[in-house]
Each structure stands twice: as structure tokens, then as C-alpha cells.
């Protein structure tokens, strides 16, 4: 019952956001360098244990793209 609360809640918010680059990333349309670093790094340790695959990176990818 509880996750149908969750869910009801998430719609909810996701309903109020613009359909935006700026609305899917609470604003924080750019990323800077020490952030990508920073990011990588904590990546790589999932990605060296076979916790992330490839299409997992690519994801992240189009993301950097983005902040560019």
C-alpha cells in the first residue's frame, strides 16, 4: 500500500515540472568539472566490478553532453 502512496506522490511531482532540460535536472542545467570528476570516479568503482554496463555509461554520457 505504501509504494502506491510513493508512486501517487512522484506522479505528482513529475506532473509539476516542465518538460525541460532545467525541470528534469532541478535547475542545474550546467556541470562543472570538479562535479564530472568527482563523478567518474564514484562511476568507475561500479563499472570495475561489473556493476554498470555499458549502456548504464552511455546514459551518463548523454547527460555530460547536456551540461556542455
Known amino acids: 500500500m505504501e ?3 510513493v ?3 512522484a506522479k505528482s511531482y513529475w506532473e509539476s515540472v516542465p518538460a525541460t532540460v532545467s525541470g528534469m535536472l532541478d535547475g542545474f542545467t ?4 570538479i562535479d564530472l ?3 567518474n ?5 561500479f563499472f570495475e566490478v561489473g556493476a554498470i554496463v555499458v549502456t548504464d555509461i552511455m546514459l551518463l554520457c548523454n ?3 547536456l551540461s556542455q
Open 3 to 5: 509504494d502506491k502512496k
Open 7 to 9: 508512486y501517487k506522490s
Open 30 to 33: 550546467q556541470i562543472n568539472s
Open 37 to 39: 570528476s568527482a563523478s
Open 41 to 45: 570516479k564514484f562511476i568507475r568503482q
Open 63 to 65: 547527460l555530460c553532453e
